[in-house]
């Protein structure tokens, strides 16, 4: 590898966005509730409105295992939208993590990666949660930390201090040896920058063209990365070719 990448060990992973399709995954298990209402809005639309309450509620519950906190966040989507919910629709879109599908190149990237680096996922999901979503990812991960074992969730500060400590603890790695690969502006390169981190942002809507922020949170300055690309496998296969 050129300088560019070699004085890293590890990259750590935010999942859902950066390597699961997560806005897919939400918009799919959103269907019952319109099928059941009859009623009709705009993939943008409910995806907008899933980032305003997820982040809110996020922030009002930290202590709550992501299953609880979907299942909230649909009662409140359904209340937002003037439609009718009940706990059984509830609980089936709190339980839809494990359905929510990988991007068509996360696997094959991820094991190219896995050659040259340490892998760790830095998650707001829980442990059952990710554990059921890396059947689909093709690699295993050196460390898994969840917001169920921090106790907040992104992009809570406590977080990043919480990989930083751990991956020294777990890894030897040190934080200027760690490079956070990431979709979200909001969740991750935020606070991964105010935590002294470099960056990798896995673009995936284009937003550094566009003003596509689906189901994250906009912020209101997007903050410099150190890489930008807008797949993974992009990433993958620069990293590669360097080390040839």
């Known amino acids: 590898m050129t300088d560019t990448f070699n004085q890293y060990r590890a990259l750590t992973f935010d999942c859902y966005g950066t390597l ?47 299953p609880q906190l979907l299942t909230q966040v649909h009662s409140k989507l ?7 919910s009940n706990p059984q629709l509830d609980d089936a879109f709190g339980q839809s993590v494990p359905h929510w599908p990988a991007f068509a190149d996360t ?3 991820l094991r190219i990666l896995k050659q040259h ?20 990812l093709g690699v295993e991960f050196d460390a898994v930390y969840t917001a169920e074992d921090i106790g907040s969730y992104k992009p809570e500060p406590k977080n990043f201090e919480y990989l930083i400590s751990q991956i020294k603890h777990d890894l030897g790695i040190a934080a200027e040896e760690i490079l956070h690969t990431a979709q979200s502006l909001h969740h991750d390169h935020v606070p991964a920058k105010n935590a002294g981190l470099d960056r ?3 673009d995936r809507q284009n937003l550094a063209h566009s003003e596509n922020w689906g189901a994250t949170a906009k912020v209101p ?15 993958a296969e620069q990293i590669s070719a360097l080390n040839q």
């Not at 999901?125 to 059947?135: D, E, I, L, Y």
Request: hydrophobic share 45%.
């Open 20 to 66: 699961i399709d997560w806005e897919s995954g939400i918009w799919d298990a959103l269907q019952p509730l319109l099928m059941h209402n009859r009623f009709d809005i705009q993939r943008s639309e409910g995806l907008e409105a899933f980032a305003l309450i997820e982040t809110a509620q996020e922030r009002e519950t930290p202590e709550m295992l992501y």
């Open 200 to 202: 990798c942002w896995v």
């Open 117 to 136: 680096f340490k892998l760790v996922i830095l998650s707001n999901v829980n442990q059952k949660g990710f554990a059921a979503s890396n059947k689909k």
């Open 107 to 109: 696997a094959d990237a």
């Open 221 to 235: 300055q997007r903050p410099d990365t150190n890489f930008r690309f807008t797949s993974l496998m992009a990433m």
């Open 78 to 84: 359904a209340i937002h939208f003037k439609i009718q």
